[in-house]
């Protein structure tokens, strides 16, 4: 297994688009989570999946952010009609769920929105 | 409410020195508490953790950890400092229900010096 992959790693899109990153977990993790970070920040919870259920989803995640993780496994978040305040890394991590391990989080993507 | 406060925000050291990144946090419980490590444009890695036992705790690249509950702290050490070291740390304390989220701080930028 080479740990939790995220496409792409950079992402530059014109404001009003719409984007979708990918993440793949390590495979045998049933749970995923999507973070936040920007600049000079720690990262910031938006949600997480137990298998294919999304079971909690942060008030920072407003209504034009979606995320799935279909049949429980890989996960994609979806930004809509991307704002400037959207340009940020975005971190997906995986874990077994018992809270005690920590995550193994991806590389992240990069959001530029110009 | 969880809370992380990381009080440096960038510490420079000389190779070779030794080193304490500082961590304090706020839970109602005992915690779950983590440090990780971030590269410029990298995800996060976990360097070390803890959940119970043993006060002292050893981690990957010859970090270790002390958590004193009376102080409410988790600092990081090392006893002698790589160039490698320079990177972004950051401590995180972990919810014990629910998602498991981590409530990350604001990161400790390092800085080393030859």
């Known amino acids: 297994d080479t740990g939790v992959s995220q496409d792409p790693r950079h992402k530059i899109t014109k404001r009003g688009q719409n984007v979708t990153f990918r993440c793949d977990p390590i495979?045998?993790?049933?749970?995923l989570y999507w973070y936040r970070q920007t600049l000079g920040q720690g990262p910031e919870f938006l949600t997480y999946f137990q298998n294919e259920a999304q079971l909690e989803k942060s008030r920072l995640l407003s209504d034009r952010f979606s995320a799935e993780r279909p049949k429980g496994s890989f996960s994609t978040l979806e930004i809509q009609r991307t704002e400037q305040g959207d340009s940020a890394m975005y971190l997906c991590?995986?874990?077994?769920?018992?809270?005690?391990?920590?995550?193994?989080f991806g590389s992240g993507t990069r959001l530029t929105v110009v | 409410a969880q809370s992380v406060t990381q009080p440096d925000i960038h510490i420079t050291v000389s190779e070779g020195a030794s080193l304490e990144l500082r961590c304090n946090y706020s839970?109602?419980?005992?915690?779950?508490l983590f440090w990780y490590v971030q590269s410029p444009g990298q995800g996060l890695q976990l360097l070390l953790k803890?959940?119970?036992?043993?006060?002292l705790v050893q981690g990957i690249k010859g970090f270790e950890a002390e958590f004193k509950r009376s102080q409410s702290s988790f600092n990081l050490r090392k006893p002698s400092v790589h160039w490698s070291d320079a990177a972004e740390y950051f401590c995180a304390v972990g919810d014990q229900t629910g998602a498991n989220n981590l409530f990350f701080g604001t990161g400790t930028r390092l800085t080393v010096i030859p």
């Open positions: 803890y959940f119970s036992g043993d006060t």
């Open positions: 991590a995986s874990s077994t769920g018992t809270g005690r391990e920590g995550y193994t």
């Open positions: 495979s045998e993790h049933n749970r």
């Open positions: 839970y109602g419980a005992t915690p779950y």
